[in-house]
């Protein structure tokens, strides 16, 4: 079987591709690098030992599509391409909705007219919005608020349409928490744009010298240590849950809405202890006003992952750590140290 990876170079992408070859699938990554380096592949064919057919185009681009269909006879697609910054979504919400509303229709345009209708979509815990309670299932009221967040509401209810308009679709859709950490290898990771907007990366950047400090934002939330509680995901137990979700493909045609997350919720200064025992390094840091939108508490509920795919993550934070770690000091410049 041949999967399509849309966004394959990027860090959730390029982790899963490993986990596909692993497991006996074909694959051809398709990417626009807008938000990730050719090398994260070469690293994967490395780590592989073996070639992987690339190719570079745009998800909104017919064309660019229709050449891969053409080219190779794909049998699903796992769809990681889109644009994934909360604020910067804020800003430049148009963006947003066209990259990954239209981008997403063209896909499933795309798909459709060559007969191959099978996708593993990626989501976000962010459709939530702010949870009464925790842990969150699958069945809790859904909201967003920001334009990010709304592109992966929106394209849910795309994808769901779609299957009620031909039941010959299998789909599934998959809600991520906050995925952290990296290959074992530790020659692929995140490797951010810029300032990081997400904890771990800033984290990982503080420890290693490029920031000077951490700001910690919010100590007054209704938490354990007054600090934003979180479920923290290895990147790699993601990556296994993408192919668990193909392998239930193969027997059945639903439209299937799945957390990925480990249950457990880790506050900002506990991850901060975890990650300073897992490099040995002091990570400075200063308590900030609370960044806009965020909430006080999110973790899963992983129980119908469980149940239904039979997945549940292996890892706990302290290899999350570990593993951020060693691709952080491997690669103080991520991947562009070796494109200069
Ligand atoms: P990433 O930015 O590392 O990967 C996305 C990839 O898609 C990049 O390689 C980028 O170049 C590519 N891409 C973007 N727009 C494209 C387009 N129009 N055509 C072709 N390629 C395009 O992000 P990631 O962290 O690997 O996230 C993958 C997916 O998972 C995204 O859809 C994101 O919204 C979703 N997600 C991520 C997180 C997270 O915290 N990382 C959490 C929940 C959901
Ligand atoms: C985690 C905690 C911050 C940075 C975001 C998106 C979500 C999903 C995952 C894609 C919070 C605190 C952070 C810093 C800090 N992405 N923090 N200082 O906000 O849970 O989720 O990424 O789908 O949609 O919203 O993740 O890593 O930004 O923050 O104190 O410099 O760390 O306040 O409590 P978040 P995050």
Redesign the pocket.
């Known amino acids: 079987m041949r999967i399509l990876v849309t966004g394959g170079a990027g860090y959730i992408g390029s982790h899963t591709c490993i986990l596909l070859l692993e497991a006996g699938y074909d694959i051809v990554v398709f990417d626009n690098f807008c938000n990730a380096s050719k090398e994260s592949i070469s690293r994967v064919e490395k780590i592989m030992g073996k070639t992987i057919p690339l190719m570079e185009g745009d998800i909104r681009n017919k064309e660019d599509l229709n050449r891969v269909f053409e080219r190779y006879t794909i049998d699903a697609v796992i769809h990681f391409a889109g644009l994934?910054a909360?604020g910067e979504s804020v800003e430049k919400p148009l963006e947003y909705y066209d990259n990954n509303i239209y981008g997403t229709l063209v896909l499933c345009q795309v798909m459709a007219a060559h007969g191959c209708k099978s996708i593993v979509f990626s989501s976000?815990?962010?459709v939530y919005g702010d949870p009464h309670t925790t842990p969150i299932r699958e069945d809790f009221p859904l909201s967003a608020t920001n334009p990010?967040?709304r592109s992966?509401l929106f394209i849910e209810e795309m994808l769901r349409d779609l299957y009620v308009s031909d039941k010959t679709w299998k789909i599934v859709l998959l809600r991520?928490?906050?995925?952290i950490g990296a290959h074992e290898s530790g020659t692929i990771g995140e490797d951010p744009n810029g300032i990081?907007?997400?904890?771990?990366p800033?984290i990982a950047q503080t420890a290693i010298g490029t920031r000077a400090c951490?700001?910690?934002?919010?100590d007054d939330y209704n938490t354990v240590d007054g600090?934003?509680?979180?479920d923290y995901i290895h990147v790699m137990d993601l990556a296994d849950g993408h192919v668990k979700a193909l392998d239930k493909m193969n027997t059945f045609s639903e439209v299937m809405t799945i957390n990925l997350g480990t249950g457990k919720g880790y506050s900002?200064l506990e991850?901060l202890k975890a990650f300073e025992a897992a490099s040995g390094k002091k990570v400075p840091y200063t308590i900030?006003p609370?960044?806009a939108?965020?909430?006080a508490e999110?973790f899963a509920d992983p129980a119908y992952a469980k149940a239904v795919l039979g997945w549940e993550a292996q890892r706990g934070i302290d290899e999350m750590c570990k593993d951020s770690w060693r691709w952080q000091s491997n690669n103080p410049n991520g991947y562009k140290e070796s494109n200069s």
């Open positions: 994934k909360v976000s815990a962010t990010y967040g992966k991520y928490f906050n995925p990081p907007n997400n904890l771990l800033f951490l700001s910690v934002f919010g600090t934003g509680v979180r900002v991850v900030a609370r960044r939108g965020d909430i999110c």
